[in-house]
């Protein structure tokens, strides 16, 4: 057996072990900020409803559509992608939401035994999709500013690399995102060794502090770049896209039909029309990144204040995880199940190690609890870590 199927067995046993512990932490009474929900009082359930009533004044919109996805609904997104690139965004497939994009994607690039490279820690349903078609996958080392893009040169020149999947915006679960200098860098490396990159990007609207920075997409050809609506609108509309080169799209394409024939032409429009309808949107996005930043804050400053130097924590300037990593030896994984008795949960690092020991690490989500819950998970989880 080679290291890395021995890796993927290991990650399938830790990770049932991990969701054995939170099955304990639907308890009541349990402030959970093991979670990735957004907050349920933001979804816009009455925009939807006056949209879904709209488009239901077309009967189309309950028959099969378009395995691409509605046409209204991808014009608006290449808009909307084209000005963030400032360029063209290339070919829109409209997917179940970006993890069946992650999962096409593995599908339609990978060989059994490719290699692919993801930042560690990893998201889990990225190593999932790429666990699945028996790719190896490799774990690059984060810091505050994202992916180390200085360690990639030498396993290029190494070994061929098929794929570089990037969370490049407030990183689920580390927090971090990727610097404007090693986007630049990332995308010249495509160019020059030839492999895909994947950008996963649906928190990058969720900012709260600081300037933009352009999409990894806004520098090379060799990236295809994947977002939703999940965190902005509602994960139940399943509208996630991938945009970038016309010809790996056309193979998604094919897969895609073999996998669902079409999405929901019904939720495809209510999306088309919440996207199209900016005044709308960025007042409801700035409503949610009002209260995210909030409670990113008060969840921040707290950990700060009771932890001190024993725990590094992630910059709290959008998205919705913080990551934690203590100093001192604590491990995570062992104190869930007193945490949770002391009535707070958490995900232990470990759930989202590729080969770094992140036995001393945590996430937290802080979109669903109010500040005050925060800070009471915070003082609860001192008295067990
Ligand atoms: N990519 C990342 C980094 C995520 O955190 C998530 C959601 N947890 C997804 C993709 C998938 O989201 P969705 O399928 O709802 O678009």
Redesign the pocket.
């Known amino acids: 057996m080679s290291p890395e199927s021995g890796s993927l067995a290991v990650r399938a046993v830790r990770g049932s072990a991990i969701r054995d512990l939170l099955a304990v932490t639907e308890r009541p009474g349990v402030i959970s900020l093991a979670g990735?929900l957004p907050a349920p009082e933001l979804l816009p359930a009455e925009r939807i409803t006056r949209a879904a009533a709209l488009a239901l004044h077309d009967p189309s919109v309950l028959q099969y559509g378009v395995t691409a996805g509605a046409a209204a609904l991808r014009e608006v997104v290449h808009a909307r992608e084209s000005a963030k690139l400032g360029r063209d965004a290339g070919a829109v497939l409209v997917?179940?939401?970006?993890?069946?994009?992650?999962s096409l994607l593995a599908q339609a690039l990978l060989d059994p035994g490719d290699l692919v490279l993801v930042e560690d820690p990893g998201?889990i349903?990225?190593l999932q999709a790429f666990d699945t078609v028996r790719a190896r996958v490799r774990g690059v080392p984060m810091d505050a500013g994202g992916m180390r893009v200085d360690e990639l040169r030498p396993i290029l020149q190494r070994e061929r690399v098929a794929i570089v999947h990037t969370?490049s915006n407030f990183?689920?679960p580390g927090g971090a995102t990727l610097t404007d200098e090693r986007r630049r860098e990332l995308a010249g490396l495509a160019e020059e060794f030839g492999f895909w990159i994947v950008e996963?990007?649906?928190?990058g609207e969720l900012r709260f502090a600081g300037p933009a920075v352009a999409p990894v997409a806004a520098h090379s050809d060799r990236v295809i770049r994947?977002?939703?609506?999940?965190?902005t609108l509602a994960?139940a509309l399943?509208?996630?896209w991938m945009h970038g080169d016309p010809a790996a799209l056309a193979l998604v394409e094919r897969l895609k039909q073999g996998a669902d024939l079409c999405g929901s032409s019904l939720t495809h429009a209510v999306a088309a029309q919440l996207l199209a309808d900016t005044e709308w949107l960025d007042a409801h996005v700035d409503g949610i990144r009002a209260v995210y930043a909030e409670r990113a804050l008060t969840l921040h400053s707290a950990l700060a204040e009771t932890f001190g130097e024993r725990l590094r924590l992630s910059t709290p300037d959008g998205g919705?995880f913080l990551w934690c990593e203590f100093t001192d030896g604590s491990d995570t994984a062992a104190a869930l199940r007193r945490a949770v008795h002391a009535g707070v949960a958490y995900v232990p690092g470990a759930a989202f190690a590729v080969q770094r020991n992140l036995d001393g690490a945590l996430r937290v989500c802080f979109t669903t609890s109010s500040p005050q819950e925060l800070r009471t998970a915070v003082h609860r989880l001192s008295s067990v870590l």
């Open positions: 990735g997917t179940h939401g970006s993890q069946q994009a992650l998201y349903g990225a969370v990183h689920n996963d990007d649906p928190y994947l977002s939703s609506a999940s965190k994960p399943r509208v996630g919705m």
